[in-house]
Structures are given as C-alpha cells and as structure tokens.
C-alpha cells in the first residue's frame, strides 16, 4: 500500500499537494468522512488495521484513529520531502518511510514494549 501511495504523491506531486493541502467545504473530515468506504485509499489501511485488532496482532483501539496514525506521519513525510526539507534521494526517502512506518507499527502491535530503548 504505501509504495502505491508513494509512486503517486512523489510521481504527481503538485496533484498530491493539491489534493492534501487546499482547503475544501466538500473535503472529508475526521473522523466522520473516514469511516467505511468513505474515503477509498484510506479504507484499505483501515480493513487492515481492523483485521489486525481482529487476530490479536494490534492493540485494541479504535481502528480509525490507528489507521490515521499510519497514513498521516507517511503524509507528513512526504510535505515535508515535497518542499525540500529532507534531504535524501527518492530511494533513501522511500527507505525512510518504511522505517518510520514500521516504528508506527511496533508501538501498536500486541507484542511491543511501551517505552523500550531498543
């Protein structure tokens, strides 16, 4: 999922800046507009997060809240990438966004320690 969203926000970037950053009335808004099949892409990350809790993978909360956590600090990244303020090639920044997802991860999976140095 997030190398699909990365070809396209790194491969469109005035669309996807456009489409993250331009004020809307008819945008969706959290937490209403991001439930079931209200927003395709973001539905995807949540059916996951969802089985996740389901199969005891993920700590149990409210799925559209992990879900944003996940898509937003990858959508950060990339404002953040888009307007120069990290300075990597496009490989090492697709690295960076897999790490920083998997940190994301290991603090919400069942088998993490909160506050671990490791």
Not at 105 to 112: E, L, N
């Amino acid at each position: 999922m997030q190398a699909d969203f990365l070809d396209f926000a790194l491969g469109a970037p005035h669309l996807y800046t456009f489409l993250m950053t331009e004020r809307r009335e008819y945008s969706r808004r959290f937490p209403d507009g991001y439930h079931d099949g209200a927003a395709p892409a973001f539905s995807e990350v949540l059916t996951a997060v969802r089985e996740g809790m389901r199969i005891g993978h993920l700590r149990e909360g409210d799925p559209i809240e992990v879900a944003l956590a996940f898509t937003a600090q990858t959508q950060g990244l990339v404002l953040l990438y888009l307007a120069g303020r990290i300075g990597l090639g496009e490989p090492e920044f697709r690295e960076l966004c897999a790490r920083s997802t998997g940190r994301v991860f290991d603090g919400i999976t069942t088998g993490s320690t909160t506050g671990s140095t490791t």
